[in-house]
């Protein structure tokens, strides 16, 4: 088990470096840099060489890079060309509106997810079941951007019910918090839980398969109590699986629900980086992402192999 | 673009080598039985046979522009009304069509080649080439779909080329997951171990065994990120980059009808249909092919459909 | 998507050249009356997040639209004719030959640090400006020197008669006046202006002011304000109608003329000093001859664009500056003629069809739309426009470049004719991208340039104009109007042309 965890730890930081050198790469790569666009329209020769001197940008790349992820890894990310600030408070200052979302996602999806898997699985082909295939089946299939600006115009425009878009932090106001939160998480939850909701099916019918199940059922177990016990516990490790990857996602940020919804999270963040040439943001950003991505992956891959002894990859 | 449907997130399986060709004879029968699945199957042709006589079909060209026929509700002249700028919105809905599912098929095309490439190099020659692609492919599955995408369409410039080449590059780990998972499947097994014993060489043994046999999950990818396809470039024209204007893409027209949702409602709602029909399509399509070609993962039509002789080996699954 | 916008203005109000100063001008109105705010809290929805507060060195029209609201500058644009009135400076003289500006600083004048505001502070903002070569450098080009004679006493050296230059200093708060000797680095997230409200707090998704109790107009009515950004024009409208935000520049333009009847909001729609056009390369062929920039103007039908990208918000102009402006110079010589169009392209020995790629950027998407109707224009004249729709920063990369057939963008916030015309226009002009050259404008530019005769500038503005438009230097398509809505009672208010907007006076309906 620990030389599971050594080998897959480092491996993940080999990702994690091939990381940092591909943003760095693909971002000075770029047309356009943020000296310029800081000048904007009025365009001056004298002033656009001093601005970039003083940005270090007439250094060598390699020279960048280095003094880049040399500070980086000691948690410094730099500063921001377009604001002045520190990478990391800016990428603190949204980590509330970004951990929020996801959460809150994550549960609507969830509380969708599993009730209406796992009564799908237990009744395939019945109405239940129809119902929840064709409406995760659509769930999938429906733009976000599309879902989310359809909920505004119900449930912010017509019926009033909800803030239009906006952020307000869980420590200024618990209650608005919670309402600002509704529409953007069942925005992205639905879609989450579509998803879920199909592999939860899929992972309780397995389950429901499986020869110790039958056996369970062969030796007079009620189907209840079959399903709280044997099932559900076999059918954890795929929606484990899922809901990590579902999370991992949530947290780099759902670009268009954010833009959508004004919501101040990691997403719009990268975004206005890599319109605004925001070369050291963007770049502390993905790298972020990519952390959280590679964490979340390796902690799942572990319980994984913990909860099914079976796997040992 | 959402890596919330992120297509890999079912954990490949191995799967059990047969001879191929009567296993597709049978997929297709079980195909075209399943009413889900010939559904998806006809709105896939449907759409097809529309972008393929487009202009036929359209009432009027893609940039017929007339200000004074602005915003127009649908009705006698207009079924789908006119747009922002007084275009048909039927034409172009029609026209799109031919976008849509190029944008598709090349970008699917694209990470199909090249991932599969590197998953069959990856899985059947193993070792240090398996360790350094899939760490590469791990890189770039590593960034969020869709500013990958949106860096890539940065670099290259905007326009549908680049955005099927940058949704390309996106859905590429993808492939090569997939298809690295099955050769790993197959590599193992008696046949293959008995061709490469009589001295099959190596690129025969990839081509012509090794692939056919791992090819069902990657089929099932296929028709799936096709549908992951559409639904990012409709995300991409989201955030202005994507197909160039006036071409007609759904997911352009999308966004532009996005400003006038409250105006003129049929701007948005006629591609958003479209968008949804064709996605659904692909992925219902999916569905059914993984239910016929992939057994291990027969979830709904078998579990619904063999409930009394169920055939599942117990113990393969997880 | 952000909207960043660079203010470019300066302004020449030559009315007030020679110390002709309208005193104690600036009436704050509403003035003792703390504590008398109508009910609740005032909340303005703008459509971006200001970029950073460091008014010297952000570009970012959203951060100006908070800063507006916390700096002040020596002089201030009025609010309806753009003529420079008193603010930090009282009075202002200039000298016989022109070359010296004296100005006279207001008394009892506090930061929002506690400092008092003295002449060393306007020396030491414009000295950063000039010796750090922040982006608004510029407007201190003929600048020679700026000196403290007394601490109520600024004067400026100019290397050259100047008439333009308190439009150069006082268009907008990028010129802002800061207290000498402050931590620089702290300026992108605090302020320490003179202006009615503080910089309160900022965050991802507001920014709150408080008002400055100290302040030399009196204090404020509100006791303070947030701007909310919400970036959808529709998502604003909705907080506006709900009652969560009282007022939004997030006007979706082709609900302007329902808005005008809808009870629920009250609109503002007032002509802007903005204009919006289409340039050609002039260093590439077939765009270097005139008479096919002549054919595709002739082709062009302004009225249809302008409909098409601004509703009924926006009028048609063949010249730059907008009808109401003092500087308008009413000149339309092209009518909308495809034949005429192709005489003129056949006479230039063109064979078409041609392709005209259209640089164009969603910062801006207007611009994608208008180039869609210039593009279904342009067809039948047997020019294929090929759309090109660029990120800001890679449009303005592949312009600096001179990499494009042509783009279509717009100038704005300009108040001074020098403004409209002559960085743009001028041989080698800085913001002459798209390589026009002509000596008899030059010539016209440079002496309107140092004209200190009002009429007789206006005079030399207008022909340098009529060269312009007759070379399609710029095929200029239109003047945007501004709109505003706001919450119905709200009073104190003033919808401005520049796109300032100012809260000091406002007050809720109680």
């Not at chain 1, 949204?94 to 609507?108: C, E, H, K």
């Not at chain 1, 803030?163 to 600002?180: E, N």
């Not at chain 3, 006082?170 to 503080?198: H, N």
């Not at chain 3, 704005?412 to 403004?419: C, K, M, W």
Request: charged share 15%; glycine share 8%.
């Amino acid at each position: 088990m620990t030389g599971l965890v050594l080998r897959r730890t480092l491996q993940s930081v080999v990702v994690l470096l091939g990381v940092s050198v591909v943003v760095f790469a693909l971002v000075h790569l770029v047309d356009g840099d943020p000296v310029r666009l800081a000048l904007g329209t009025r365009f001056d020769q004298e002033t656009y060489e001093a601005l970039r001197e003083r940005a270090g940008l007439d250094q060598p790349l390699v020279v960048q890079y280095l003094q880049w992820i040399s500070s980086a890894v000691t948690g410094d990310l730099g500063v921001s060309f377009r604001s002045g600030e520190p990478v990391t408070a800016l990428i603190l200052e949204r980590l509330p509106a970004t951990l929020s979302l996801a959460g809150a996602s994550i549960l609507v999806a969830l509380l969708i997810a599993v009730p209406l898997g796992t009564a799908s699985a237990l009744r395939p082909r019945s109405v239940v079941d129809a119902a929840g295939t064709v409406l995760s089946q659509i769930g999938i299939s429906v733009p976000e951007f599309w879902m989310g600006i359809m909920l505004i115009l119900l449930f912010a425009g017509t019926l009033g019910w909800f803030p239009a878009g906006g952020y307000v932090p869980l420590s200024d106001d618990p209650l608005q918090w919670a309402r600002a939160l509704v529409l953007p998480a069942v925005t992205t939850g639905l879609v989450s839980g579509s998803v879920l909701t199909r592999f939860t099916r899929s992972s309780v019918l397995e389950a429901l398969g499986a020869e110790h199940v039958r056996t369970a059922r062969a030796k007079g177990l009620g189907p209840r109590a079959v399903l709280n016990w044997h099932v559900l516990r076999n059918a954890l490790l795929p929606l484990v699986t899922v809901t990590g990857v579902q999370l991992a996602y949530l947290l780099s940020g759902v670009v268009v629900v954010e833009i959508v919804f004004a919501w101040p999270g990691l997403g719009q963040l990268a975004l206005q980086a890599v319109q605004a040439r925001d070369y050291p943001v963007l770049q502390g950003a993905v790298l972020l992402f990519a952390f959280v991505f590679l964490l979340v992956n390796l902690v799942v891959d572990l319980l994984y192999s913990k909860l099914d002894p079976r796997i040992s990859a | 673009m959402s890596a919330a449907q992120d297509p890999v997130a079912v954990p490949a399986r191995r799967i059990s080598v047969r001879p191929a060709r009567g296993r597709f004879t049978t997929a297709l029968k079980l195909l075209l039985t399943s009413p889900p699945t010939l559904f998806a199957t006809l709105v896939v042709i449907g759409v097809v046979v529309l972008a393929l006589f487009d202009e036929l079909i359209a009432p009027t060209g893609y940039n017929e522009v007339d200000v004074q026929q602005r915003l127009l509700p649908p009705g006698a002249g207009h079924w789908f009304g006119t747009d922002d700028l007084g275009r048909d919105v039927l034409s172009r809905v029609v026209l799109g069509a031919a976008v849509s599912l190029q944008v598709g098929a090349v970008a699917v095309g694209f990470s199909l080649l090249v991932g599969v490439t590197v998953g069959l190099l990856a899985g059947y020659y193993g070792r240090w080439l398996d360790t350094v692609l899939m760490r590469l492919m791990d890189v770039l599955f590593a960034f969020p779909a869709i500013l990958l995408a949106i860096a890539v369409i940065a670099i290259l410039g905007p326009g549908t080329t680049n955005a099927m080449i940058a949704i390309g590059i996106t859905y590429t780990p993808v492939f090569a997951r997939v298809t690295r998972a099955a050769v790993l499947g197959v590599k193992e097994s008696v046949f293959v171990r008995a061709s490469r014993s009589v001295g099959v060489s190596d690129a025969r043994m990839l081509l012509r065994h090794v692939l056919p046999n791992a090819a069902p999950p990657i089929i099932v990818q296929t028709s799936v990120s096709l549908a992951f396809a559409v639904l990012a470039e409709a995300a991409l024209s989201f955030v202005g980059l994507g197909t160039q204007p006036p071409a007609p893409s759904w997911g352009r027209m999308l966004s532009e009808g996005r400003s006038y949702l409250e105006d003129a409602w049929w701007m948005a709602v006629f591609p958003g249909l479209a968008i949804v029909l064709l996605v659904l399509a692909f992925n219902l399509l999916g569905d059914g092919l993984r239910d016929v070609l992939d057994p291990q993962q027969r979830s709904a039509l078998e579990a619904a459909r063999a409930k009394p002789r169920r055939r599942r080996r117990a113990g393969v699954g997880a | 998507m952000r909207r960043r916008t660079v203010l470019s203005s300066l302004a020449a109000t030559p009315i007030v050249v020679a110390g002709c100063s309208t005193g104690e001008g600036v009436d704050t109105g509403g003035t003792g009356q703390a504590g008398g705010e109508g009910g609740g809290e005032f909340v303005a929805a703008i459509s971006a997040q200001p970029d950073q507060f460091d008014p010297h060195k952000t570009t970012a029209y959203a951060s100006f639209q908070v800063l507006e609201n916390v700096y002040d500058t020596l002089v201030v644009p009025g609010a309806e004719d753009q003529v420079m009135q008193p603010s930090l400076a009282t009075d202002w003289t200039t000298s016989e030959d022109g070359l010296t500006w004296t100005f006279t600083l207001r008394d009892g004048v506090t930061f929002h640090d506690g400092s008092t505001f003295d002449a060393d502070d306007v020396v030491f903002s414009y000295n950063r400006i000039i010796d750090q070569q922040l982006s608004n450098a510029y407007r201190f080009a003929t600048v020679t020197d700026v000196r403290a004679q007394d601490p109520r006493t600024v004067v400026i050296t100019v290397s050259e008669p100047t008439p333009a230059l308190l439009a150069q200093i006082g268009a907008f708060k990028g010129m802002a006046i800061l207290p000498s000797g402050v931590d620089e680095a702290s300026l992108t997230t605090q302020a320490v202006g003179t202006g009615p409200f503080r910089l309160e707090n900022t965050s991802a998704s507001e920014v709150s002011l408080s008002r400055f109790d100290d302040h030399w107009g009196g204090p404020a009515s509100l006791p303070g304000m947030t701007f909310r950004f919400l970036t959808e024009p529709a998502a604003a409208m909705t907080a506006l109608t709900s009652g969560q935000v009282q007022w939004t520049d997030n006007v979706p333009t082709q609900d302007v003329s329902d808005l005008a009847e809808d009870e629920q909001v009250e609109l503002g729609q007032v002509a802007s000093v903005d204009y919006w056009y289409l340039a050609m390369n002039h260093a590439k062929a077939p765009f270097d001859d005139r008479d096919v920039r002549r054919a595709i103007a002739t082709a062009v039908d302004r009225s249809a664009v302008t409909e098409a990208a601004r509703f009924d918000a926006a009028r048609p102009n063949q010249t730059a500056i907008p009808e109401d402006s003092y500087w308008y110079y009413d000149y339309a010589p092209f009518t909308t003629d495809l034949d005429e169009a192709k005489r003129l392209l056949e006479g230039a020995g063109v064979t078409t069809p041609i392709t005209m790629g259209l640089m164009v950027t969603s910062e801006y998407p207007e611009t994608v739309t208008a180039a869609q109707v210039l593009a279904s224009q342009l067809e039948p004249l047997g020019v294929q426009v090929e759309i090109q729709t660029e990120d800001f920063a890679t449009w303005l990369d592949r312009q600096g470049r001179g990499d494009f057939d042509a783009f279509m963008l717009g100038w704005l916030g300009n108040i001074d004719p020098f403004d409209y015309y002559d960085g743009q226009h001028r041989t080698g002009g800085s913001n002459n991208f798209h390589g026009y050259s002509s000596p008899v404008t030059d010539d016209l530019l440079n002496r309107a340039a140092v004209a200190t005769d009002r009429e007789q500038r206006k005079d030399l503005y207008d022909q340098a104009a009529q060269q312009i438009v007759d070379d399609v230097s710029y095929l200029y398509l239109y003047n945007p109007d501004v709109v505003q809505a706001w919450t119905p009672g709200l009073t104190g208010y003033t919808i401005r042309p520049d796109k300032a907007v100012n809260f000091e006076e406002v007050e809720l309906p109680s």
